[in-house]
C-alpha cells in the first residue's frame, strides 16, 4: 500500500515508518474524505452565465463557451489541489480560457481567483490563470507551478467571443505524492453525538481533520512562491529535503510552520502513521539554524520567517513528539547538537524572575498580541520543551543532562506559578503587568502540567468558558479573531481537566460552525475567522482585510482529531513506539467510541460502551511485548478479562492497573 521511494532512508532504519497495515474496514469508511483515485473530475455545475453548454456526470464532463464573457463554475464537492487538464475539442487560433478557484463559494468569479500570495483588500492579488488552447483541439495540462494547492471551486471563462469547447476536466491530485491509496488509514474513529443535530459529527470531524492533514503534505519542490507579476507559483523549494514535507496550508503558504506541527503531526500519528513528513520538515527547521546564535527560524523556505521563541519550542517539542511515535532515536542523534543549542538559546532569555523574557524582535508566533516579556505561552511551552528534552536526553543516555533540564523546568514551573497565576480570577495572567487572561496561555499551562494542582486545572477550565460564543472562543489575545490553532489546544486542556462534557461541547461550537457553514468547505478545517463567523481572519492584523486570503485546509485547525483520539478514546503513548502505552476514556456523556492507530509495533485499539443498565464494558487491543496502564472511568470494583484485578490507586483517587499487550476486556458497573 505504501510506496517507498527513498531507499537510502528506508535501509538506514528498516523502513520502520512503512509498515503495511490499514485500519480495519467498518462503517467509519464511509466519512473518510480521501478520494478513491487521485483523479478526481468537477461533480455538479453551480454556475453558468452567457452562451454556454455543459454537461458533468461522474467521471466525464464538457462544455462549450460560446459568447464574450460566457463562464461555467464546477464544483468538486469537497476540497481539492493539484494539476488541472483538459482537452481541448475544437477551438480557434489564439483563444485561450482564464481559470480561477476557490475555496469559499463566495468568492467564485470568472475573473479571480481566491487569493494565495498577497493579502489585498480589493481580493485581487491572484487573479485568473490564463491558459492558451491548442487549435483546433488537443490537451491542456498545468504544469506543477501552475498548479492550485487547494480549491473546491473552478472558474472557466471565455476570454474572446470565439466558441470553445472541451471535455474531460480533471484534476490530478498532488499531495501525498509518496502514497499509493488516499484512503489507505492506518487508524480509525468511530462514535455516535447525542446531542449535536448530525449524530455523525464526531466521526466526520474526526476524518475532516485526518484529510486536512494529508492536503497539507506536499512534494519538496511544490511549495508557495508569489511572482512579482501577480498570480502565484507553486514549485518552489520548501527545504533541503527530497521527499514529502508537512506545511501548514493547502492553498498557502504551503510552507513548513512548526508551531502548526504541533497540531498537526498528532492529527498524522493517530490516522495515517505517515511520519515522513514531518521528520522531512523537522530537518527543514533543524538545518536552518543560525550558527551564530542557535535560534531557529520561525518558518522554512521560501519565507524563510525569522524571530519567533515559540515557535522554536515547537521544533523541539515536535522533535520529541516525531520521537514518541516511532522511535526513531537515530534522527534525534543527528539533529542532538542543533537541537541542545536551541534550547540554550531559549534558556539564555530566563531572566532573574525565573522565566523567560522574550524580546519583541522574538515575540511572533501564531498572530496574537504581546508576545513579548515573561509572556505565559512561551514560557509553558520552553517549560514543555524543558521536559521532553529530558525525556530526549535519557534516551540518549545522557542522565546528567536530562537532570539539569528537568531541575531547569522545575524552576520555571514553580516562577511561573508565582509571577503569573492570579488567585482571585483562578486563571494565569498573560505576564506579570497585564490583567489580560490568555486563551492561549492557559490552555497549554494546564495541557503541558505546568499548574502547580489539579484544582487550577478546573478553575482554569472554568475560566476559559467566559471566551466562548456559540461559534467558539473569542480570544482575548487578538480582537474579533476566533483561532482553532488555539481551539484546539483548549480542548485538549478541559480533557484533561477531566472536563470531557465541555471538552465536546467546545468542538460542537467551534468545529459545529467551521466544518458546516456554507461559506467554507464542508470537508476541510478553516485557518480561522471572526466573531461574527466571516472569513476575515486577522483582517487588521496582516490579511489587509482579504477575506479571500484565509485558508481553508489549515492542519492547525484539526487538533480535534487527536484529542478525539488521546482522550475519548483515552488512548495515548507514553514510551517509544507506543512500548508503554495508557488508556483512560473520557467517557464525556457518550455511549460508545471506538477507534485506534499503529506505530511500528502494530496496532492499539480501544472500544468502549455504555450499555442502558450502566455498565461500562473496555475492549483493549495492544501489541504483545508492550505494557500499559489503564484507568476505568469510576472508581467502582471491575472485572479485566473476568476476573476482579487489584488496581493502585492514582493521586486523584482513581484505580489505574498495569496491563500487558494483547486484547483484554475490563467490565465496570458505573
Ligand atoms: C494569432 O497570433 C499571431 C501572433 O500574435 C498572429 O500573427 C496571428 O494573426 C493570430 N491569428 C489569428 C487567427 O488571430
Ligand atoms: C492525470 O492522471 C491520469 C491517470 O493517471 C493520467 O493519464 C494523466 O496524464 C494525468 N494528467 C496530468 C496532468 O498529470
Ligand atoms: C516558479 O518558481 C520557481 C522557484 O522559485 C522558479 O524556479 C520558476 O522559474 C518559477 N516558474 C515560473 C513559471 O515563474
Ligand atoms: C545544524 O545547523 C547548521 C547551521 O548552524 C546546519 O548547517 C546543519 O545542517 C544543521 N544540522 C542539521 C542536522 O540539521
Ligand atoms: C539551566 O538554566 C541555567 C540558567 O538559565 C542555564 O545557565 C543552564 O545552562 C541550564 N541548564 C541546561 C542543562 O540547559
Ligand atoms: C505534573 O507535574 C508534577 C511535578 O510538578 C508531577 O509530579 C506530575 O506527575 C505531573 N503530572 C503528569 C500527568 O505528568
Ligand atoms: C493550587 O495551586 C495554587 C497556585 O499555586 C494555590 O493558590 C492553591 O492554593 C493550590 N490549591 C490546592 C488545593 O493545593
Ligand atoms: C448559505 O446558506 C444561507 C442560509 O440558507 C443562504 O442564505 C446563503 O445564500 C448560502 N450561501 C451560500 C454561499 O451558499
Ligand atoms: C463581520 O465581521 C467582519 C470583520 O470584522 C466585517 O468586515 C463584516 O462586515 C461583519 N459582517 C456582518 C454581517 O456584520
Ligand atoms: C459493548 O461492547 C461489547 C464488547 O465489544 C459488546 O459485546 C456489547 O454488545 C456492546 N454493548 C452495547 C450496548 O453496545
Given at each position: 500500500m505504501f510506496l ?12 520502520a515508518l512503512y509498515v503495511a497495515a490499514v485500519a480495519p474496514a467498518g462503517s467509519w469508511d464511509a466519512f473518510n474524505y480521501a478520494p478513491r483515485s487521485r483523479?478526481v ?36 464537492l469537497k476540497e481539492v ?92 491530485i498532488?499531495f501525498m505524492?509518496h502514497w499509493d491509496d488516499l484512503r489507505a488509514y492506518s487508524g480509525y474513529f468511530l462514535t455516535e453525538d447525542p446531542i449535536f443535530?448530525d449524530p455523525d459529527f464526531l466521526t466526520k470531524l474526526w476524518y475532516s481533520g485526518a484529510y486536512t492533514v494529508q492536503t497539507n503534505t ?26 514529502p514535507?508537512l506545511?501548514?496550508?493547502a ?10 506541527m504541533?497540531i498537526s503531526t498528532d492529527t498524522q500519528r493517530v490516522s495515517t502513521n505517515d511520519l515522513l513528513p514531518t ?42 513528539n516525531y520521537?514518541l511515535h516511532t522511535g ?156 482553532p490553532?488555539?481551539?484546539g489546544?483548549?480542548v485538549r486542556?478541559?480533557f484533561?481537566?477531566?472536563?470531557g462534557?465541555?471538552a465536546l461541547?467546545l468542538l460542537r461550537?467551534?468545529w459545529g460552525?467551521m466544518l458546516y457553514?456554507?461559506?467554507?468547505v464542508q470537508s476541510t478545517l ?27 485546509s489549515h492542519g492547525w485547525s484539526t487538533g480535534p482529531t487527536s484529542a478525539l483520539t488521546f482522550f475519548v478514546l483515552g488512548l495515548t503513548l507514553t514510551?517509544?513506539q507506543g512500548s508503554s502505552w495508557s488508556v483512560a476514556p473520557v467517557l464525556s456523556g457518550l455511549q460508545s467510541a471506538e477507534g485506534g492507530f499503529e506505530t511500528s509495533l502494530g496496532w492499539f485499539g480501544v472500544k468502549w460502551n455504555v450499555s442502558?443498565?450502566?455498565?461500562f464494558t473496555l475492549v483493549i487491543e495492544a501489541p504483545l511485548?508492550t505494557?500499559g496502564?489503564v484507568r476505568?472511568p ?25 496491563l500487558?499487550g494483547g486484547i483484554h476486556t475490563l467490565?465496570?458497573?458505573?
Amino acid at each position: 500500500m505504501f510506496l517507498c521511494p527513498f531507499s537510502g532512508f528506508c535501509l538506514l532504519i528498516s523502513c520502520a515508518l512503512y509498515v503495511a497495515a490499514v485500519a480495519p474496514a467498518g462503517s467509519w469508511d464511509a466519512f473518510n474524505y480521501a478520494p478513491r483515485s487521485r483523479t478526481v473530475f468537477p461533480v455538479q455545475v453551480v454556475d453558468s452565465v452567457g452562451d454556454v453548454e455543459v454537461t458533468v456526470e461522474d467521471a466525464t464532463n464538457s462544455m462549450t463557451l460560446a459568447s464574450q464573457g460566457s463562464y461555467i463554475a464546477l464544483d468538486f464537492l469537497k476540497e481539492v489541489g493539484g494539476l488541472l487538464s483538459f482537452t481541448v475539442d475544437t477551438a480557434s487560433e489564439n483563444t485561450s480560457l482564464a481559470l480561477s478557484f476557490s475555496e469559499s463559494p463566495l468568492f467564485i468569479s470568472p475573473h479571480q481567483s481566491d487569493d494565495s500570495c498577497n493579502p489585498s483588500p480589493l481580493m485581487n492579488s491572484d487573479g485568473a490563470q490564463i491558459l492558451f488552447l491548442p487549435a483546433p483541439s488537443g490537451k491542456v495540462m498545468q504544469t506543477i507551478a501552475q498548479q492550485r494547492g487547494g480549491f473546491r471551486y473552478l472558474t472557466i471563462a471565455t476570454t474572446s467571443g470565439d466558441p470553445v469547447s472541451i471535455s474531460d476536466v480533471q484534476v490530478n491530485i498532488t499531495f501525498m505524492p509518496h502514497w499509493d491509496d488516499l484512503r489507505a488509514y492506518s487508524g480509525y474513529f468511530l462514535t455516535e453525538d447525542p446531542i449535536f443535530e448530525d449524530p455523525d459529527f464526531l466521526t466526520k470531524l474526526w476524518y475532516s481533520g485526518a484529510y486536512t492533514v494529508q492536503t497539507n503534505t506536499i512534494g519538496p519542490n511544490q511549495a508557495r512562491s508569489c511572482p512579482d507579476t501577480g498570480g502565484w507559483n507553486n514549485s518552489a523549494n520548501a527545504g533541503p529535503v527530497s521527499g514529502p514535507v508537512l506545511v501548514d496550508g493547502a492553498k498557502r503558504d504551503r510552507t513548513v510552520w512548526p508551531g502548526d506541527m504541533g497540531i498537526s503531526t498528532d492529527t498524522q500519528r493517530v490516522s495515517t502513521n505517515d511520519l515522513l513528513p514531518t521528520r522531512n520538515s523537522l530537518t527543514v527547521m533543524f538545518s536552518t539554524q543560525d550558527p551564530s546564535t542557535g535560534s531557529l527560524q520561525y518558518s522554512g523556505p521560501p519565507i524563510n520567517a525569522h524571530g519567533s521563541d515559540t515557535y522554536i519550542s515547537w521544533s523541539l517539542i515536535g522533535a520529541y513528539n516525531y520521537f514518541l511515535h516511532t522511535g526513531d532515536l537515530e534522527f534525534i542523534r543527528t539533529i542532538w547538537t542543533n537541537y541542545t543549542y536551541a534550547l540554550d538559546f531559549l534558556q539564555s532569555q530566563v531572566d532573574n524572575t525565573g522565566l523567560m523574557n522574550v524580546p519583541s524582535g522574538f515575540a511572533n508566533d501564531w498572530g496574537r498580541e504581546g508576545g513579548q516579556g515573561h509572556n505565559s505561552a512561551a514560557n509553558a511551552l520552553l517549560y514543555r520543551s524543558l521536559i521532553t528534552a529530558a525525556d530526549l536526553a535519557s534516551e540518549l543516555g545522557d542522565s546528567s543532562l536530562s537532570a539539569a533540564y528537568l531541575a531547569n523546568a522545575s524552576a520555571v514551573k514553580s516562577a511561573f506559578n508565582e509571577l503569573l497565576w492570579d488567585s482571585s480570577a483562578a486563571m494565569f495572567r498573560d505576564n506579570e503587568i497585564t490583567s489580560l487572561h490568555p486563551q492561549d496561555g492557559n490552555s497549554l499551562a494546564v495541557l503541558y502540567n505546568i499548574t502547580a494542582n489539579a484544582s487550577q486545572n478546573v478553575a482554569i477550565s472554568e475560566g476559559l468558558t467566559s471566551f466562548w460564543t456559540p461559534i467558539g472562543p473569542l480570544s482575548p489575545e487578538l480582537s474579533d479573531t476566533i483561532i482553532p490553532f488555539v481551539g484546539g489546544l483548549e480542548v485538549r486542556a478541559h480533557f484533561v481537566a477531566g472536563q470531557g462534557e465541555r471538552a465536546l461541547n467546545l468542538l460542537r461550537q467551534e468545529w459545529g460552525y467551521m466544518l458546516y457553514t456554507n461559506i467554507s468547505v464542508q470537508s476541510t478545517l478553516l485557518e480561522g475567522y471572526t466573531a461574527n463567523g466571516s472569513l476575515g481572519y486577522r483582517g487588521a492584523t496582516g490579511y489587509n482585510f482579504d477575506h479571500a486570503f484565509t485558508s481553508h485546509s489549515h492542519g492547525w485547525s484539526t487538533g480535534p482529531t487527536s484529542a478525539l483520539t488521546f482522550f475519548v478514546l483515552g488512548l495515548t503513548l507514553t514510551g517509544p513506539q507506543g512500548s508503554s502505552w495508557s488508556v483512560a476514556p473520557v467517557l464525556s456523556g457518550l455511549q460508545s467510541a471506538e477507534g485506534g492507530f499503529e506505530t511500528s509495533l502494530g496496532w492499539f485499539g480501544v472500544k468502549w460502551n455504555v450499555s442502558s443498565t450502566n455498565d461500562f464494558t473496555l475492549v483493549i487491543e495492544a501489541p504483545l511485548g508492550t505494557v500499559g496502564t489503564v484507568r476505568p472511568p469510576s472508581s467502582a470494583d471491575f472485572t479485566v478479562d473476568g476476573e476482579s484485578v487489584s488496581s493502585t490507586s492514582m493521586s486523584d483517587g482513581h484505580p489505574a492497573f498495569r496491563l500487558e499487550g494483547g486484547i483484554h476486556t475490563l467490565i465496570q458497573s458505573l
